[in-house]
């Protein structure tokens, strides 16, 4: 196993994995992605912010990361961190914990890069999801509701949970 900064090669089957994950939070969740524009995974993969977990050739996972979100962390955004997002699991290895995986990943990178925090958000109506997050690691911070989404995907509407782990 292996995580890998995406390439410009990868675009496909980054989208067909958006799509798989998008069709299974339908089917557990009454919210789900709208898609993203192919311009801000291109913009990611160019920054190498868009990653892969790669295990015997296939992508298993996928997942973005960025060093500011301010819009949802206000002046937390201040602290250093690495925030990741969107981390979609190639339903061939769906169960493999890839979120535990990519906390160890995100402490060294953090120990790397000088930060202090990984940090997350997702819907803050999903218990379930929520639960899973603190299970691997992370500190559920609190709900917060968004009155900004400008500039954000169109799924950032409503109440988010943010959460966190001091490295």
């Known amino acids: ?32 992605w709208e898609g993203f524009e192919k311009d801000l995974i291109e913009t990611e993969i160019r920054e190498n912010r868009q990653w892969k977990i790669v295990i015997d050739d296939q ?46 990943w995100g402490r060294r990178y953090c120990q790397d890069n000088r930060l202090d925090y990984i940090r997350l958000d997702t819907w803050g109506d999903n218990p379930r999801l929520i639960d899973y997050y603190v299970s691997c690691g992370f500190t559920y911070l609190k709900t917060i509701d968004l009155d900004n989404t400008e500039g954000l995907p169109k799924h950032y509407k409503g109440v988010l949970a943010l959460l966190e782990i001091l490295v």
């Open 1 to 32: 196993m292996k995580i890998i900064n995406s390439t410009h090669a990868d675009i496909d089957t980054i989208f067909h994995l958006y799509d798989e994950a998008i069709a299974f939070q339908k089917k557990v969740f009454n919210k789900q």
């Open 59 to 104: 992508v298993a996972c996928i997942f973005a990361t960025t060093l500011s979100d301010a819009i949802l962390w206000k002046e937390k955004d201040q602290e250093p961190a690495v925030y990741i997002h969107r981390i979609v699991t190639n339903p061939a290895f769906r169960g493999a914990a890839f979120v535990k995986t990519i906390v160890e």
